[in-house]
């Protein structure tokens, strides 16, 4: 999404105000949660549904190879 809207992790960062890092890790699918304000924050920087940004992964099925 970032790249459709063509916005820099930097620029993301700076208009949400939250750090690189914790962008990144949001980014790269290390984190484990979000808050509500901070997913709000997001989508509405970049103009998107949080759908559009967020993927469910099983955890169950992941861990137990099912």
Request: glycine share 4%.
């Amino acid at each position: 999404m970032m790249a459709k809207r063509k916005i820099s992790l930097n620029e993301l960062s700076e208009r949400v105000d939250l750090t690189l890092s914790n962008l990144s890790i949001l980014k790269t699918g290390k984190s484990k949660a979000i808050r509500f304000s901070t997913l709000d924050s997001i989508c509405k920087a970049l103009d998107c549904q949080p759908g559009d940004i967020l993927e469910y992964v099983n955890d169950y099925k992941r861990t137990t190879n099912r």
